[in-house]
């Protein structure tokens, strides 16, 4: 399928920022300024436009593995987010393990992993000059910077205070020609580039947002990235993306659509819940009974997955299909409260398929439910005016009896 993978990874970082915001107080749009800031310091480095499209790809998810990290951490029984008992070095390790999946055009090898290393080999591996990708010391200089000081404001003050702390820091945590290549770039005015309202447009002015043509398989390994950081948002839904994905994968190969469809399909599955990036973790797995007001946030994670993926070049068609899964047919559902006539049949599917992979998976406060009890579940909310129930007809000859797994299979039509 052809698609614009960087304007994909633009998007995605918006639900990683949340994260990041989080766990690390960082302001919005952290991803994005980091990857123009690398990019833009790149560029005097002699990069060309596909080692800055790559260079930004990873400065984009330079923290790609921050979900992941936390929910192994809250297993080992350390609440990162209250503690502040935070091992840099192993969300690296994940996140490059995450990395190798990604359709780069070159080599990005040790970049993720060694984005936090200082130039006098104080970082969490010890590498120093040498050992350190180029494009892994432009990311750490503009992560660094950026935490510190978040340019989504500039004051002459704040400007004043940012090249002092350069230059007290050039030798320790930046290397000398990177940290003088930034100073001479980037004056007090082009600042204004990377403010709130300014960012988009200085990255679609940087990055020329190509669609490339991608194979079922590289799609199916990146989109499974995207799935299992999105699920590694809560312990609660850790399997719910990458489990979705599976069988809407096996669900395209029974209604017969083609390759390209059902890669579409099953991208879109994985990528439906990018939204919950964006929604206080606490809630997510808040034990008791929640409040209207914590309902309504959880509720909100529908729209925030619709406002991701709109900006994705060549993914409109697949938003709907990815962000209306909690709509229903009686317009009772949400975010927009779209009725039978706004919904497609690919729009109904996913949000059948939604519901039967939350009530089969196992969480960790409930067993998986036999097929028959969920296919029950789906059928009384059919009759009720809220699902299609033609499509819940076909999961129960579909799924009866058996069960979808994710592996690389699901694309190529063994499911």
């Not at 946030?297 to 899964?325: C, P, T, V």
């Not at 067993?367 to 129930?389: N, V």
């Not at 690389?408 to 039509?413: D, F, I, S």
């Amino acid at each position: 399928m052809k698609i614009s993978f960087i304007s994909m990874l633009f998007a995605f970082s918006c639900g990683l920022d949340y994260v990041e915001r989080d766990l690390l107080g960082v302001s919005t749009h952290h991803s994005k300024r980091v990857a123009y800031i690398a990019s833009q310091v790149g560029g005097l480095f002699g990069l060309n436009g596909s080692q800055k499209s790559d260079l930004a790809g990873c400065a984009l998810l330079h923290d790609n593995a921050l979900t992941e990290y936390i929910q192994d951490e809250a297993d080992r029984g350390n609440n990162v987010l209250r503690t502040g008992k935070n091992d840099v070095s192993r969300h690296c390790i994940l996140g490059e393990e995450h990395a190798k999946s990604i359709p780069f055009f070159g080599n990005v090898g040790n970049v993720i992993l060694y984005h936090h290393e200082n130039a006098d080999g104080t970082g969490p591996f010890g590498k120093r000059a040498g050992e350190i990708p180029l494009y892994a010391a432009l990311i750490h200089l503009g992560d660094q910077l950026d935490s510190v000081f978040h340019f989504s404001t500039m004051t002459d003050e704040k400007y004043r205070r940012l090249v002092d702390f350069v230059r007290k820091e050039t030798g320790k945590l930046f290397f000398s020609e990177y940290a003088e290549a930034f100073l001479d770039l980037f004056g007090r005015q082009k600042f204004s580039e990377m403010t709130d309202q300014a960012i988009d447009g200085s990255i679609t002015r940087s990055f020329p947002m190509f669609r490339t043509e991608y194979s079922p398989e590289q799609v199916f390994a990146f989109s499974s990235v995207f799935a299992r950081i999105i699920d590694y948002k809560s312990r609660f839904t850790r399997e719910h993306s990458v489990g979705l994905a599976a069988k809407a994968a096996a669900i395209a190969d029974y209604y017969h659509f083609d390759l390209e469809k059902k890669t579409a399909f099953y991208l879109a599955a994985t990528l439906h819940d990018i939204g919950k990036l964006a929604v206080d973790v606490n809630i997510l797995e808040k034990p008791d009974r929640l409040t209207p007001a914590e309902f309504s946030a959880i509720q909100e994670h529908a729209w925030h997955s619709y406002r991701i993926l709109r900006d994705i070049d060549g993914f409109r068609k697949m938003n709907g299909w990815a962000s209306y899964h909690h709509e229903k047919l009686d317009g009772s559902g949400y975010p927009f409260g779209l009725t039978a006539v706004d919904l497609g049949f690919e729009e109904r599917l996913m949000a059948c398929l939604d519901i039967y992979q939350a009530l089969v998976e196992k969480r960790p406060y409930k067993d998986g439910m036999p097929h028959d009890k969920a296919i029950a579940i789906l059928d009384k909310m059919a009759k009720q005016g809220g699902l299609d129930g033609d499509i819940v007809s076909d999961l129960n000859d579909k799924f009866g009896g058996m069960c979808a797994e994710p592996t690389g299979a699901a694309l190529n039509g063994e499911v």
